[in-house]
């Protein structure tokens, strides 16, 4: 029994700032490094997502809170300000999904992600017009189904995600290696990832990229309101709560409207009753107008790490980094 | 910039098999591999305790389902099964908790770790005795408060754990950074934590140790009933669920039990009908009698990673070379 004072761990005679990384989804984007920024709506327009591009992860366009007039103009900017590959989150439940597909097809648009419906809807046409497809589910079981729709990969999406969230509430350290055990095709983790320690976990657990969402929502380039970004900002331990379940759970901030909401589930409203109180566009009230008492809050459980903003390519320089870094540290 | 086909990471001038690891949890409990072994009622008495010493990591004796002169006969057996250090798990709340530490004084317990209460009630007593102290908390405050009462160390255990769990909902990804980076003291992870990649996720998001439930709550020594390790080794995704909330929030396997819970409390049944409901003995007849449709079944989300069952020893065996195996893995 050979005892040594503490495991160590390397990279194999690599210099930790000058690396890049390559496995199936850095490949199947044509990026640099596997981190992609989640499509959160009116948050991340053409300016994260070129960003994002730029500093050598993905961004993606969130067509979720865009007229397809407003899309066409995000990805028309977004090319004129990167050269590098982007995509566009469309969440396939929206009513103008038609028009948004075939603008994102015009607009030669390389990656899409999808979310929030059947993926064996759109996958084949989009992919027939040369597009790489990816499907965002919160269960192995959805995940099969995009894989077998032929989704070029999956977003495993875990219960302590922002915003919209699955139904079963897996969490991401438990859904990644079920959805990596379920499928062949190479599976993104999203839900709990803000810092590279997260981001590696991520990958040790079987991802072989992220989707980080609530640490760029606070970036310079995201669109969303000063007001939210500061909520995020200050938001700490519990501050987030996976609600209106009997609805679309959603993850938000608690405020006002969360407690309204709360109360009301409390006191056994009804669907219906809980729809009326949720009315029209909470959450452009919130995270586009800024008004964090009445809107919804829609962000993930990390947020109560995050506590800066900065640029997109500073934040991924920082996430890079302290991913690069972990692997060097002694356990 | 040097760009390589993949990342690599490797132990240094280590073979796989023959390595120790020393951190500060293996030192605090003088054992040999950083996986506790979780107390878990009418489940973890000696025989499961003692063999997960005898392994090489720390076996908890779960007093929670013992009367006094029970809890003794386990230790009192425990103590002729191994030489090996172990502990019991107390919950602070129990009624007969101040017979329970006085036995565990008097048989000179190593460890204790305590659970659902105040660790400033009992923590500088045992630590008198020359007891180390280690509490369960799910979330920072708790940790902290933890660590001002004098703990050796805490638990973070994140919303996948199963049985009883906080309230505020925050996952082991989200958790054990806050607690990390809340406390001086070890944490050790719990919560979604059954395989070697699942362990060394959770000690690079800063752990330097695991608490194991479900994984151990299906070894032979077990003491809980073949139908409750069925149970466990069958259930699939989604098959646990956080309920009970007006309560105190507890993950159980969804059954007829479950099912009728929250019928009631779609039903808004207030706590009292809830207690009513519950009645006692709940997760005697599930765990320890196998009334698999009735019981409380008390498991973590992981369980739908759990297939096999095994000896305590293979179990330990199974993580750990996955472990090691992961470290060696290109990533």
Redesign the interface.
């Known amino acids: ?12 005679g ?2 930790a700032i ?6 199936r989804v850095t490949q199947l984007f044509n990026i640099e490094i596997p981190i992609i920024q989640a499509g959160m709506v009116w948050t991340s327009g053409w300016k994260l997502a070129s960003a994002v591009s730029n500093a050598g992860g993905l961004g993606l366009i969130g067509a979720g809170s865009m007229t397809s007039d407003i899309l066409k103009e995000h990805i028309v900017k977004c090319k004129a300000a990167t050269v590098k590959p982007f995509g566009v989150n469309i969440p396939l439940l929206y009513s103008d999904i038609d028009k948004q597909v075939q603008i994102i097809i015009d607009e030669k648009v390389p990656v899409v992600f999808s979310s929030a419906g059947n993926p064996s809807t759109w996958t084949k046409y989009l992919k027939q017009h040369g597009i790489t497809v990816v499907h965002v589910v919160s ?3 959805f995940a099969k189904k995009a894989e077998d729709a032929g989704c070029d990969a999956v977003v495993a999406e ?3 995600a922002g915003g919209h969230n699955g ?8 859904l990644v ?2 959805v990596t ?1 379920a499928v062949n095709i190479p599976v993104i983790a999203a ?3 803000a ?1 590279g ?2 981001m ?7 991802a072989e990229g992220v989707q980080i969402g609530s640490r760029f929502a606070v970036a310079n380039e995201a669109s969303c309101h000063e007001n939210f970004k500061n909520a995020v900002v200050n938001a700490t ?2 501050d987030t ?2 609600t209106l379940k009997k609805l679309t759970p959603v993850r938000l901030i608690k405020n006002n409207f969360f407690n309204r909401v709360q109360k009301a589930e ?3 409203a009804s669907p219906e009753a809980l729809e009326q109180l949720l009315g029209k566009g909470r959450a452009r009230k919130g995270i586009f107008e800024g008004d964090t008492e009445e809107g919804e809050l829609e962000i993930g ?2 947020s ?2 995050i506590k800066t903003t900065g640029s997109a390519e500073s934040i991924i320089t920082e996430i890079w980094k302290e991913f690069k870094d ?2 060097h540290t002694p ?1």
Chains 1, 2 share one sequence.
């Open positions: 029994m050979v005892i040594i004072p503490k495991l160590i761990w390397a990279l194999k690599l210099q000058s690396c890049q990384m390559h496995n269960s192995s079981k875990g219960f302590e139904r079963e509430e897996t969490t991401t350290m438990v290696p079920l055990g839900g709990g990832i810092t320690k997260q590696l976990a991520a990958m040790i657990l079987g331990e519990g709560f996976l409390n006191q056994c459980q990390v109560s790490l972990t692997l356990l």
